[in-house]
């Protein structure tokens, strides 16, 4: 590991309303912290003023891991590179087709617009069969012909796709050769290569969805690097991917689909990583930001990860993510009266610009953080990325107006309505990681982070029966946290679809084998120190007939087809209480995670151990009243920096610092850790 970073390390996140910025210097022990607002026409200009904010020294730094919504935000908003796409004869509008779902469950409307238009979608003879055998000839010629037409239609980025290429990828490889000679750029993707397994249509938008924001990712990271090599940085930009693992800026936008949900995995990887250390390995993820909330699932510190994330509707990008549920509602989410006269929170949001009322930028929507703000949970004098000052009387004469005179209520009382309705649609994200997935609440503990998240946790802890909240040092920057505390990963997906009683004997031991050495090859590139590598195995498998998958872990990858159709059906019925042993079951995909893990870092030190008070009292900042349950309650406000390391608080209190705000509800009961964690037990659930 000679001559790999093990000094400064920064991590970089950019939201949709702030971005974040930690440093861990790793030998002083010295710690910088920036929080600055989002720059959404251009991220990098947000984190070269986060890096000048924090005072960092370029020259100095060993490390940046930076976590970014380029990707996203491009896929979600369709601001996309022009595309093209090359396929089999006859299977041009498998990408149209998908799964004959609807946009909406009920009646006959919506709409979808493919990733890349019917008219830049161009078919060439070509066909392999589901065995890999050639059963038409690539037409090479075509191809060459084809790759023209898409220039001169202007295309950017080209995704080669045949019929059956994770069989046999020779005819895409031979295509992507021809294409290569005539393309002005680099930015062909190959399907097989991205995702080597069945489906055509999964196979064939992920390949499509990185195709389409190829060129800007790239062109993104390149200018982010070129910026701070000329402010002196001299060592490598990692970028955060959907899986929770980092790859190199050299090589991220080949692969860039791979860093779609970049933010809210780093955000994961710092939660377990923090409850690992706590002593807490099942958590249940709460990142409530400006913009929405982000809910994952961690089960013994392993955030659940699924390459079968559909973000949107028929926008399958089947690259290993983090399982991240998402609602809107955050921060800056507006509530409204609609026409119906009913009360909305969200989707739409006020975002960094101009953003909630409270921020004195000229947004006029009431918003969550208004809300908050109205009903004492949050100072005035406190909130980040405030640039003009807002009077509260002016805030509730908003809330008034627009909220509560069309519903009859105060403002006081339309505030509270809007809290009420957020935790409402929060809890029920909450709900998609965890009942619907065979999970109970009441076993795991919510962890609060983000803007936003401490504020409202415990209120959801005690409507979900959560019996523990989990708040770290600092919530407010937990993502760019994860960037620094993250592993190195690649995740690796082949389609092996046979039957149990057909698998050959060591069958799957080789794919998993081949698996391990490419991953094994990719960390060993990386110039990041690592303590030791591990690999985590596990197959996708379905009763043979049906349709939709299921994943099951693997301890060891050398299993026999009659332990793999056991512990199938176990996960089956664990799953769905049904129990299907008469059926035969099959083996579809072999998937294996090869991680580099780094060394332990010291998130004591996240807040300065010099700035703690001896006592509660000492750390005390005033009191004020804040509405609580449907009263309001003289709360006392204490500063988080000075809080005793090992404390205990009942509640009613406020807990404020840097980047967020704690509310610790009557009935409940806030303690530290050594790590400088607070563990809130929630009342009613003890």
Known sequence: MAGKSSGAVVGVDVGGTFTDLVELDQSSGQVRLAKVPSTLDNQAYGVLAALDKAGCELAALDLIVHGTTTTTNAVLERKLARTGLITTRGFRDVLELGRRTRPNAYGMTGTFTPLIPRNLRLEVPERMDAAGQVVTPLDEEAVGNSARALIEAGCESVVIHFLHAYANPAHERRAAEIVAEIWPNDHIT?????????REFERGVTAAANAAVQPLLDRYIRRLVRELQGGGYAGDVLVMNGNGGM??????????????????????MAAAYTGRKAGIGNLI????????????????????VSNEIEIEYAMPIHVPMVDVRTVGAGGGSIARVNAAGLLEVGPDSAGAEPGPICYGRGGAEPTISDANLLLGRLDPAGLNAVTGAVSLEHVREVFAGKLGDPLGLSAENAAAAVIEIANMKMAGAIRM?????????RDFALFAFGGAGPLHATALARELHIPRVLVPSRPGITNAIGCVVADLRHDFVNTVNTPLDALQAGQLARVFADQSRQGEALIARESVEIRDVRHLYSVDMQFVGQTHLLRVPLERPDVTPGELQALFEAAYFRRFRVELDDIRANLVNANCSVIGTRAELDLGSLIDPAGRKATLQEARTGQRPVHV????????????????????????????QMDTTLLIEPGDTASGDRDGNILVQIGACA
Not at 247 to 268: C, F, L, N
């Open 629 to 656: 349950n449907g009263a309001w309650h003289d709360t006392p406000i204490y500063w988080r920096d000075h809080l005793p390391l090992d404390f205990t608080l009942p509640g009613p209190a406020i807990v404020q």
């Open 190 to 198: 190959m399907g097989h290569a991205l995702l080597s397994e069945s």
């Open 433 to 441: 990681v965890s009942i619907s997935l065979g999970a109970d609440p």
């Open 285 to 304: 993820t709460y990142d409530m930001g400006g913009t929405s909330t982000d809910v994952a699932l961690i089960r013994d510190a392993e955030p659940s």
């Open 247 to 268: 790859v190199s800026s050299a090589q991220v936008a080949r692969e860039a689909a791979k860093t779609v949900m970049s933010g809210p995995a780093s955000g994961v």
